[in-house]
Nanobody, 127 residues
Framework: QLQLVESGGGLVQPGGSLRLSCQAS????????IAWFRQAPGKEREGVSS?????????YYVESVKGRFTISRDNAKNTAYLQMDSLRPEDTAVYYC???????????????????WGQGTQVTVSS
């Protein structure tokens, strides 16, 4: 049974950077597409980025984070990452990683995407 644990969140000033980690256990992450989502207070959950299973050769971003966020994976460490640069106050949210063995990573913004979810990590961008 795959389990995911996010870490790396925190408080950062606008323009700063954070790197989130999504550590998997219980199964090999190699077989799963991974996506990052976020949910700000009073807002719906938003898909941020996804990476395809195995070699991660296909990567997708929501328009608002293109050029600022970078998703990656290290199957040897059973971990996925979200490098967030040039952070803005509107990036403030709880960030979740999710894994899916079947669904197309390009459709990560679909409502039913994600078989397994982590518990989330808070990211706050404020001066």
């Amino acid at each position: 049974q795959l389990q995911l644990v996010e870490s790396g969140g925190g408080l950062v000033q606008p323009g700063g950077s954070l790197r989130l980690s999504c550590q998997a256990s219980g199964s090999s992450l190699h077989y799963y597409a991974i996506a990052w989502f976020r949910q700000a207070p009073g807002k719906e959950r938003e898909g941020v980025s996804s990476i395809s299973r195995r070699d991660g050769s296909h990567i997708y971003y929501v328009e608002s984070v293109k050029g600022r966020f970078t998703i990656s994976r290290d199957n040897a460490k059973n971990t996925a990452y979200l490098q967030m640069d040039s952070l803005r106050p509107e990036d403030t949210a709880v960030y979740y990683c999710a894994a899916d063995v079947f669904r197309d990573p390009g459709r990560f913004r679909d409502q039913d995407w994600g078989e397994t979810w982590g518990q989330g990590t808070q990211v706050t961008v404020s001066s």
